[in-house]
C-alpha cells in the first residue's frame, strides 16, 4: 500500500483512493454548519458514496494541496425536501405515556424501507414530525483542501468505507 499523506504528490485523486481533507460546510446565508476538526483531517473512501455525491464528483482528479471552493446543489447534496415525509399525526400513534420532545427522533417503517424520523412540535393531540434529512433541499457550500491520500486496503475497499488505525472491526 502506498502512503502519501501530506507529502507533495503529483498523484490525482480517483476511485478507491482514501482521501484526508479539511473542511468547512456552510448554507447560503454563510453560516457554518459543520466543520473538520483542527488538526484533524476527514478522511472517506472515494468512489463509494461516503461523502455526498455533488462533493465527491468535485473532489475527483484533485490532488494534495489542492483546495476548492465547491456549491452542491440539493439534488446532489441530501435531496428535495419531500413534503411526503413531513407529518401531522395523533398523538395516541406514540406508546401512552412515552416522553415525546421536540428534536427527538425515532426509526420507522416507511414504504419499504425504514426512515429516522425528527419531532417538530408536539401539541395535546397532535404531533408535527419530518422524515427529511435536516440539509434536504439546501445548498451545500464547502471550502475544501487535500491534506493527504493513499491507496485503499483491500479490506477498505471490500467493507466500502475507510478503516482507522489497526483496522475495523465489524
Do not use: C, W
Request: glycine fraction near 12%.
Amino acid at each position: 500500500m502506498t502512503v502519501i499523506f501530506g507529502a507533495e504528490s503529483k498523484k490525482h485523486i480517483k476511485k478507491g483512493d482514501v482521501v484526508q481533507m479539511n473542511y468547512v460546510l456552510k448554507d447560503e446565508s454563510g453560516e457554518i454548519i459543520d466543520q473538520s476538526q483542527v488538526g484533524s483531517s476527514f478522511e472517506y473512501l472515494h468512489g463509494h458514496g461516503n461523502i455526498v455525491l455533488g462533493l465527491e464528483k468535485a473532489l475527483a482528479g484533485l490532488k494534495i494541496g489542492d483546495k476548492k471552493v465547491v456549491v452542491v446543489s440539493p439534488i446532489e447534496g441530501y435531496g428535495e425536501l419531500d413534503p411526503r415525509l413531513q407529518l401531522t399525526v395523533d398523538r395516541k400513534q406514540f406508546p401512552e405515556g412515552s416522553p415525546l420532545e421536540e428534536g427527538m427522533q425515532f426509526e420507522t417503517p416507511f414504504e419499504n424501507s425504514v426512515l429516522i424520523f425528527t419531532v417538530e412540535s408536539v401539541e395535546a393531540e397532535k404531533v408535527t414530525i419530518n422524515g427529511n434529512h435536516p440539509l434536504a433541499g439546501v445548498a451545500l457550500h464547502f471550502d475544501v483542501e487535500i491534506t493527504g491520500m493513499r491507496e485503499a486496503s483491500k479490506e477498505e475497499l471490500t467493507h466500502g468505507h475507510v478503516h482507522g488505525p489497526g483496522g475495523h472491526h465489524h
